[in-house]
């Protein structure tokens, strides 16, 4: 699996939540996402990247531009 590290960011724009965001991209070959921890998550969507969920994660937000342009992130 090709799998690339793209940004780290230190968020706090949540407060009093304070969160560490690793963002990687992975190319998908194929196959549909599985809930692994139904107490913690509803369920997976895919969306394309032009017409994505509201409101998004400040973090993900990031990560979309990095990945777009190529470039890593780190919030130190």
Not at 5 to 26: D, E, M, Q, R, W
Not at 50 to 73: G, T, W
Request: proline share 8%; glycine share 4%.
């Amino acid at each position: 699996m090709n799998i690339r590290f793209i940004l780290l960011s230190n968020v706090k724009t949540y407060t009093p939540k304070h969160y560490v965001h690793i963002g990687l991209t992975a190319f998908w070959e194929s196959g549909e996402p599985v809930v692994r921890e139904p107490e913690k998550c509803e369920g997976w969507e895919w969306h394309a990247l032009d017409d994505l969920p509201h409101p998004l994660f400040e973090p993900a937000k990031r990560m979309i531009e990095c990945n777009a342009q190529s470039v890593v992130y780190i919030d130190t």
